[in-house]
């Protein structure tokens, strides 16, 4: 079986594939001074709770953006499941032609996400990620990898109203009643949530008039499904898209 470990800087998502087919998959905290031993003894626990012997696990491969993290993983996959993850970094196959400016500045899950987008779904396409960030990549019909937008997640808006406003209580990010809030917790979630709706249509609208009407707009991240359901702007909703480019990106690099 195949580990893959995606390193971002809210959640980690880790999944187990048996070929092409994804099976357990968890999502944790992620916890910047947690060591190596911490982080193994984590994930041999929700390996093992699955009924999955770690002897199993034949190979791992992991994307990060905290750097410091990613030691701590290839250390806690050598320490706790023997083996040596592959590293999503520069010498690593991908199939993605990057045309940023300076692509040392792209994150690794960025890649990871047009990976498996040019493999699963074609192109042109919008890849849009609700993670900490709002991110929306853009993928030219040639496979291209054009660069993106960035705007602060939904959950960093909400932990922002909490914080720098003296009356404005931390509410939970789900579908209120009605568009107009008849109290304040409403108020909030509408703004929130239809607010970031109103983000998404508008920037997928911009990338279609650059990238084409036949634009697919794929979205993915924690928050998803939630957003997915108020706009019917996107095509194919991919939870688990970054674990998929992962186990592309790894099968690329065995030959």
Same mark, same amino acid.
């Given at each position: 079986?195949?580990?893959?470990?995606?390193?971002?800087?809210?959640?980690?998502?880790?999944?187990?594939?048996?070929?092409?087919?994804?099976?357990?998959?968890?999502?944790?905290?992620?916890?910047?001074?947690?060591?190596?031993?911490?982080?193994?003894?984590?994930?041999?626990?929700?390996?093992?709770?699955?009924?999955?012997?770690?002897?199993?696990?034949?190979?791992?491969?992991?994307?990060?953006?905290?750097?410091?993290?990613?030691?701590?993983? &290839?250390?806690?996959?050598?320490?706790?499941?023997?083996?040596?993850?592959?590293?999503?970094?520069?010498?690593?196959?991908?199939?993605?032609?990057?045309?940023?400016?300076?692509?040392?500045? &792209?994150?690794?899950?960025?890649?990871?996400?047009?990976?498996?987008?040019?493999?699963?779904?074609?192109?042109?396409?919008?890849?849009?990620?609700?993670?900490?960030?709002?991110?929306?990549?853009?993928?030219?019909?040639?496979?291209?990898?054009?660069?993106?937008?960035?705007?602060?997640?939904?959950?960093?808006?909400?932990?922002?109203?909490?914080?720098?406003?003296?009356?404005?209580?931390?509410?939970?990010?789900?579908?209120?009643?009605?568009?107009?809030?008849?109290?304040?917790?409403?108020?909030?979630?509408?703004?929130?949530?239809?607010?970031?709706?109103?983000?998404?249509?508008?920037?997928?609208?911009?990338?279609?008039?650059?990238?084409?009407?036949?634009?697919?707009?794929?979205?993915?991240?924690?928050?998803?499904?939630?957003?997915?359901?108020?706009?019917?702007?996107?095509?194919?909703?991919?939870?688990?898209?970054?674990?998929?480019?992962?186990?592309?990106?790894?099968?690329?690099?065995?030959?």
């Amino acid at each position: 079986m195949l580990l893959t470990i995606d390193i971002g800087n809210t959640n980690i998502t880790l999944g187990l594939y048996e070929g092409s087919i994804l099976g357990p998959r968890w999502r944790i905290s992620t916890v910047h001074n947690r060591t190596s031993d911490e982080y193994g003894l984590q994930m041999a626990g929700m390996i093992q709770h699955s009924g999955i012997a770690l002897s199993s696990i034949k190979s791992a491969v992991l994307a990060s953006v905290v750097p410091p993290l990613t030691s701590t993983f &290839v250390h806690a996959c050598q320490a706790y499941l023997h083996l040596e993850p592959l590293v999503v970094d520069a010498g690593v196959k991908t199939g993605v032609r990057v045309r940023y400016e300076d692509p040392r500045q &792209v994150g690794a899950d960025r890649v990871v996400d047009v990976a498996a987008v040019l493999k699963l779904y074609g192109t042109p396409a919008c890849i849009v990620d609700f993670g900490t960030a709002t991110t929306f990549d853009a993928v030219a019909a040639n496979g291209d990898y054009l660069g993106g937008a960035i705007a602060p997640g939904i959950q960093i808006a909400a932990d922002a109203l909490f914080q720098r406003t003296s009356k404005l209580p931390r509410v939970d990010l789900v579908r209120p009643p009605s568009a107009i809030g008849r109290n304040t917790v409403h108020s909030m979630q509408s703004g929130l949530l239809y607010g970031y709706v109103g983000l998404v249509e508008g920037m997928v609208a911009r990338f279609r008039q650059e990238l084409g009407a036949g634009m697919k707009v794929i979205a993915t991240g924690g928050l998803a499904v939630l957003l997915a359901e108020e706009t019917q702007v996107i095509d194919i909703i991919a939870p688990w898209l970054t674990l998929d480019g992962l186990r592309i990106i790894w099968e690329m690099n065995q030959n």
